[in-house]
Structures are given as C-alpha cells and as structure tokens.
C-alpha cells in the first residue's frame, strides 16, 4: 500500500512541511511519485519514518540521525538501540519527576531541601550536560562562549559538589537578604569569604575583585539575573552590591 504525504502526515502526526524538509534533506525520500507528480511512500519510508521519530524524541539533530540511518540498514539493530536510549531517557526522567515532586512537597510545606537532594537525577556526564543546554545556547548565541564542547569531559561528581555549594550559598545570601542584614554584616561577610575559598578549592581561580565583577554581570545580563531573581526578588541586586563591598574592604 502506498501513503500520499498528506495521508503519511496524518498517520504519523508530523506536519506536511516536515515530510517536505526530510525529502529536500534526503533524509526522508518517496519511494515513486505518481503521474500528478505527488510524494508516495510505502511500507519501507514508514519504517524509516519511525526512526526518525524516535531518534528525534531523544533530540537527536536530523544530520545525525540520517548519518545513523545511512549507516546502520538492520532494523532490528535500530530499534534496539533505540529501545536503549528511550528507556535510559525514560529512567532519567522518572528520577527528575521524583525530584520534583519531593521540591513541590518541600514548598508546600515551607521548606527548604537539602543540597543534595535538590540535584537527585543528575547522576551522568549527558545528564549535566542536558540541565545546562539551555544556559550554554544562550552563552554561546550571546558571548560567544560554549561550556559544553565536545572534548571536554564533566566530571559529574565535581559538578554536583559545586552545585549543592552554590545552591547553600544563595539560600543563604537569600536569606540574609530578607532579614536586612547590611552587607557588611560579618555574617554576609563570612558568606562570600567561605563561598570565594570553596570556588579556588575547586579549580576556579577567583579572588574577591573577579567574584565581585562576576556578580556585576549577573546583574547586568537578562538570561543570568532572570536565574536568580526566580530564586528570590531582588537577590541579583543584593549580591552584586553584597560582593562589591566584600571585594573594597579586603
């Protein structure tokens, strides 16, 4: 039996233009076109079709996934792997819904999580690497700057550490800052002096005058104030001042 793009279109839900882009693409092509010169596709493009599909539920970009397709013809093979990947997506987002449930549980209640629970799922290098793709996009669009190229490894264990430590640091300064506490409070003062120590402990060379600058351009910058003002309204503002009068008085 063969499927005109439009019935293909409504069999596998995909937009009309899609099937037309997979074909410009190579990626997708008709196995005949009919007198009318309309797109027909049979029982191998649906098969084809399917993978792609798949392979784009993992967000695989369809360069790739036409390399996979061209280079592996065993159905059997592709579903396989394809199983593997979903359920390890599966797995990972089972782990994320947990940890977000526990989070709605904790507001509900007026609570705070502990560090460490607030990063549970987040237990691979690809997991980090998918928490921070949105943050990386804008960093690369914005500045130039990519956090994530390919030949540099994540070390997941570092990572989490320095998550649950920047996490208690802004609860803190949070904190702090809805108590009234002047920036100059010893106990702010503590805050930044512990937090600056944590980050040169861990391979991040900054000394009070970098740390205060960095907090200046989190202000400054839309996608990286935004972070923290969801956090808590204001925070931005009173961090960037909280490490300006850290750094003059050192």
Known sequence: MLYTVKELS?????????LHHYHKISLLIPCQLS?????????????????????RALDFPLKEIKHLLDNEPDRLSLLTKQRTLLLQRLNRTKQLVQTIEKSITFIKKGEAMEPQTLFDGFNSEEEWRDALKEQNTYLKETYNVDLLKDEQSIDVQEMNSSAQEATHFLKNMAEAMIDQQKVNE?????????????????????????????????????????MLEEQQPDLAYYLCIAAEAFAEKV
């Open 35 to 55: 007198d009318a010169g309309y797109r027909l596709y049979g029982q191998h493009e649906l098969e084809r079709l399917q993978h792609i599909l798949f392979y």
């Open 10 to 18: 409504r069999l596998a839900n995909v937009t009309v233009k899609t």
């Open 186 to 226: 010893k106990s702010v003062r503590t805050l930044i002096g512990n937090h600056i120590d944590f980050l040169n402990a861990h391979g991040h060379q900054v000394d009070p005058s970098a740390f205060a600058q960095q907090c200046r351009f989190f202000l400054q910058d839309d996608f990286h104030r935004t």
